[in-house]
């Protein structure tokens, strides 16, 4: 989370777990401001840009998941360079690319138009991971200091 990671196999799959139940609640709240956005009447901007900022977000979580001893920052920097290369991977055409993203799962996973707009709000999901990995972070700390 903050910081290095701990070493213990414990500790590290404790901090996968809590990844990973909020990677699934950012999940949850980004499909569901892509269905009901727009019913419930939100701006186009805020389901737009808050659908990319949540799949930022979820992005540096998964990675957390996965890369589990590193740091917060270097987390944020592997979780923006992937994001880039998925935004500039869509000025890419080929039939199949194509194909899978009129698909449900390729319009999430990897979008359909290019937007440099997309960038800053990956980059403020981002942030947004950081923020919440620490906070969970720091809350597990004082939680466990309190633990007899």
Request: charge should be positive.
């Amino acid at each position: 989370m903050h910081g290095a990671q701990p070493d213990k196999p414990v500790a590290l799959l404790r901090t996968s777990l809590i990844r990973a139940s909020m990677a699934l609640v950012v999940i949850a709240c980004g499909l569901s401001l892509r269905w009901y956005g727009f019913p419930l009447g939100l701006p186009a901007f805020v389901v737009k840009y808050g659908g990319s900022l949540l799949w930022a977000t979820m992005l540096f979580l998964l990675l957390g998941i996965l890369l589990p001893r590193l740091t917060g920052a270097q987390l944020a920097a592997v979780a923006m360079v992937t994001a880039i290369v998925v935004e500039f991977s869509r000025l890419v055409h080929t039939p199949w690319l194509d194909t899978f993203r009129l698909t449900t799962a390729g319009a999430l996973l990897l979008g359909r138009i290019f937007s440099l707009w997309n960038v800053v709000a990956y980059a403020i999901g981002i942030a947004f991971g950081v923020w919440i990995d620490r906070l969970v972070a720091i809350r597990s700390l004082i939680g466990w200091a309190k633990a007899p």
